[in-house]
């Protein structure tokens, strides 16, 4: 995906006769001013979620949700990572790594953390990273509707496996 | 909002921790964490740099011009009061477009700047507009059409068929995204009455 991208761009913009070097390097300058802008924000993102983490907190939150998970067959092992999805994209993909080497990747359960990952998104790092960066700090339904959104997506995904795999 | 989130994060799991007998667990998290975010901003430093000034090239060429001018339909459906030929609509075009193709070290700094020209036309610059908040839930409701990460993950651990979860995926991401966009135009009537603006 990438060398085509950067072959389209860069042909684009070769036709189109403008200076591409300078224009990078400008763009390039653009690129370090906004790590250093947001490196605060994710510093005390990084050093919540690693105390929630390190705290056994997540584990005791999902074993609250393990009747409600065996109910509607929802998977249990995958709910420490359902969780963790939401705030930490590094952490995430320990967890479902994990779930890929104890599990299998075309088990139920490696079939239905893949389709839940491309349907979620890291919520929190994106809220802090993107309100903290103009400081808005009244974010009104944001949290909400993607609460929501995500919760939309993690049970069709459970859905969707249990139809196309025939579980 | 943010700080009540991030305090309730820290308190929550420092007094969890202690009630568990696992303070030590919290010194070393702190250190960690820390130290993961330099390396994390490292990294970033350079990776979001390039696509920064790979973007600079597709915006002075005109190709995200022409792109965002393929999506504007879905964008004016969307953001029906934003100027059709303002800078921000220009950001969140390339944001969801990056977004889609998976790119999402490209879409980061367009974003930021889509937030930084909606935030200087918003009226009270503490409070989201409306604009923003379509903006990011749409954002966090998963825009990318293939996973490309997962697929390397699957065929590592040997998957018989990696890519046999792109179709369903695909569903469901449609299915995410959908319910942001009806969740966001209905919440936008409830708090936006009568063209109010704030």
Known sequence: MIPVCFILIILHAYVNKIAIYDSFVSGAKEGIITVFKIFPTLLGLMLSVAILRESGALNF??????????IIGYPCEAIPLTFMRLVSSSASTSLILDIFKNHGPDSFIGRFVSIMMSCTETIFYTISVY????????IRYTLAGALISNFFGIISSLIITKIFFHY | MLSYLWVSMILFGILFSAFSGNLSGITSAVINSSRESVEICLTMLGVLSVWAGMMKIAENSGLIKSLTKKIMPFLKFLFPKLDKESQSIKYIATNIIANMLGLNWAATPAGLKAMQELQKINIDKKIASREMCMFMILNMSSLQII?????AFRSQYKSQNPSET????????????LSA?????VFEKIYFKDGDQK
């Open chain 2, 166 to 177: 792109i179709g369903p995926g695909l569903i469901a991401t449609s299915i995410s995204t």
């Open chain 1, 61 to 70: 939150i999902s074993k609250i949700f393990l009747p409600l998970a065996k």
């Open chain 2, 147 to 151: 996973s490309i990460n997962i697929i």
């Open chain 2, 181 to 185: 966009i009806i969740f966001t135009k």
């Open chain 1, 131 to 138: 309100f903290m960066s103009v400081k808005i700090t009244k």
